[in-house]
Every structure is written in C-alpha cells, then in structure tokens.
C-alpha cells in the first residue's frame, strides 16, 4: 500500500517512522515533509493547499491512502475534494471533511455541538462585530478572568484570557471591530474560565466505532513554569499521571462516546483523530477545544507507544472497521522536549547547521523544522527537533531525551528544562 503523509512537521514526521514499520507499506511519500522524514521517505515538493497538485502527486505516485497532518488542508476540504472528483474518489483519506472539520474550524460549531450532546464544556456565548454591545453586558455578567476566543482558525494565538474587565471589553472591540485575527475573529466567543490541570486525549474514529489512542500532555508556552507567548507546544509527555482510571472512565463515557454518537445523531461523516483538549475541573473533565487531526508535538509520544501495526488501524478506519482491530499500547511512557531557534515564536533565522545528531543514543529524534542542503542538515522553522525517549515513567523518559539534548547543538538553540514540572 502506498500511502501520501501530508505536513511538514514532528508530527509528520512521527507518522512517517511509524508507518515505514508496517509490513503492508509499500511506498511512502511525505509532502512537503523535512530532512527527517527524507531520511525514510521520499518528500515531494507540493503545497498541500494546492489540491491539483496533490491530485497530481497522488495519481503519478499510485497513492492508496493519504494521511492528512495539519487542521488547515481539511479546514480547506481537501477530503471533499477527493470525493467529488472520479479519479480519487476511491482513495482512502484520513482526516474529516470539510463540514466536521468545523469542529476544529469554528469554536462556535463545536460549541453548539457540545451543547447538543451534553458534553461538558464552558459556559458560553458569541457575538458578532453588530453585537459588540450585548458582548459588553455578557462581559459584565462574569467574574475574571474573562476566555475570548477567535471564532476560527487563528494558528493558536486566537484565545486570549484577561484580568481585567475594562481590558476584556478593548479585547473583544478590537477582535470584531479591527478583526485583529482577520476573519477568525468576526465572530468571538467568550466563555466562563475552567481553573484546573490540562491533558488531551486522541481517538482515531471511522464515525461508527473508534480506537483510544494513548493519551498525552503538552507544554504550550515558552518559558519555564508555563510563563511567556504561547508556542506550537514546547514538549509532552504520555501518560499523564493524574489521569487515573476513574478520570480516563470520565472521558471515555462523558466526552468520547458522546462526540462519536453525537457525530452519528447528526449524520456527520468522520474518518480520522478526534483531539479531545481536556481540563480537569475537580475531578471531572471538561472540553476546552476539539482538534481534528492529532497534536503535534503530543504525535511525538503518542505515536512511539503504539505497538500496534499503525497503518493496518489507518486501513481499518478508512473502510468504518475499526470495530473489528484492537490497539496494543507500549507500558512505558514517553517524553519529548522541542528544541527551538532563538526568537521563537516571535521572529528566528533559518538555516543554522544541526550539529551532533549521529551521537544520540536511545532517544528518537523526529525533525520538524529541517532541511537538508549538501550534505548538511539546517533548521527551517521555529520548532526544530522533538528528542523522544521512552521510561519508566516521564522524569526517567525526560533524563534520556535531556542527555541526549546536551550532544545537540545549532546556533540560538532553546529548549524548556522542565517539561512535565506541574504532574
Ligand atoms: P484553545 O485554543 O481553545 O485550546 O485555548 C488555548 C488555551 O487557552 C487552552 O489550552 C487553555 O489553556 C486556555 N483556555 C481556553 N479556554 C479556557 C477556559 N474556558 N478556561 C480556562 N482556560 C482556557
Ligand atoms: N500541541 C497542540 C496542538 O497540536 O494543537
């Protein structure tokens, strides 16, 4: 079987390594990929939001399945692309149409879809730039801090949490007036504040039936103790310790059977990962957002501790089988730490020599900003190597990666030295 990854990251990069493990791989083709994935399949030069050009790479390559990484080429509706047109249309796509990829697109729809299932989430309303007033009086009805978030996708910058009413209010004028996330922000949505420990939970679904992937938790800011801008995520580990089996019971009967039955009460066709952002409020989960594809760097854990064949599940859920396939799950944990260019997530330069890479040892390094040039591997991105290691538990998973991190090295190289700090 050939299979097309599309992305460009760890993530991608992960899915890669795992699927070149598959006996049922046949050839394996990443677009656009990076230096890491080069190493173990072919990249192919391709825009993902240019779907002719996928269409073509797709057909020339005699791809059978294409596993789509990133939110924004199904956001864009690169699944209903292939099916409406004859000559892919029979081509397995993992990652949901357009229609359900509104539950990673619109922070409206999924929240009108959690209120129709009863799943528990925030309290919340929206408005738009007409309704600025009535946002005004919703604001002055909360106690802080107050939750605004950008209706669409904002690249994980659009939800922005304030102490102060008065800052709340310029907040939401400049989100709808000035569209200060361009259209993401015409609509906004403010939400009561959740206080609690976040983690996120993965299932790979064909719309009917659905497998539990390991669950994980990732470090989004930049600084150590979670202070400074929000990044693409700075580390992860998997488990989470504080998810016992009473909370895991919690997620499964109240968050995941819920979404997969509500997917099916509505007719909403879904093949791919549900994301499940959790926050634990007093012992009870609550969803804080959904993703439809999988975390990235959160991919960088979860993949290493599936032992399962990864693309006889992607086979199974792109023929709604996942009934009839079960999941192997490695006991240990894995961590990952990101190593990042100086500057991120604000402005960084590109194309530092990556030194040292041949001495790791027990860890795993996926690359998720690289290129290859002669002979030499450059960072092309603010995120740049995910170092991942297996434990026997996240602080003796960590150690490895953290040892491993000290025979790295490329010009304005950073990493956080406390993933996991608050478990
Ligand atoms: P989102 O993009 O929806 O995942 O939100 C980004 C981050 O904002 C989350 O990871 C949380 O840390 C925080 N957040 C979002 N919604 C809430 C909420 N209702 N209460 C507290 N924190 C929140
Ligand atoms: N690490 C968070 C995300 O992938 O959205």
Known sequence: MNVLIIGSGGREHAFAWKLAQSPKIGNLFVAPGNAGTASIATNLAVDMLDFQAVKKAVLQHQINLVLVGPEIPLVAGIHDYFLSDKELKHIAVIGPQQYAAQLEGSKEFAKE????????TAAYQSFTVEQLQEGFSFLETLSPPYVLKADGLAAGKGVVILEDLHDAKEELKSMLQDQKFGAASRKVVIEEFLAGIEMSSFVLTDGKNYVTLPNAKDYKRIGENDKGLNTGGMGAVSPVSFANDDFLLKVEERVIKRTINGLKQDNIPFVGFVFFGLINVDGNPMVIEYNVRMGDPETEVVIPRIKSDFLELLIAASEQKLDQVSIEIDNRAAATVMLVSGGYPESYQNGKEITGLEKVTNSIVFHAGTKNLDDKILTHGGRV???????????????????????????????????????
Request: aromatic share 18%; no cysteine; net charge negative.
């Open 113 to 120: 879809f959690m209120m129709r299932h009863q799943i528990p």
């Open 385 to 423: 190597l995910a170092i991942t290691s297996y434990g026997a538990d996240f602080n003796d998973a960590l150690r490895t990666s953290y040892k491993n991190i000290s025979k790295i090295d490329f010009e304005g190289m950073y990493y956080r030295t406390d993933i996991g700090f608050d478990l």
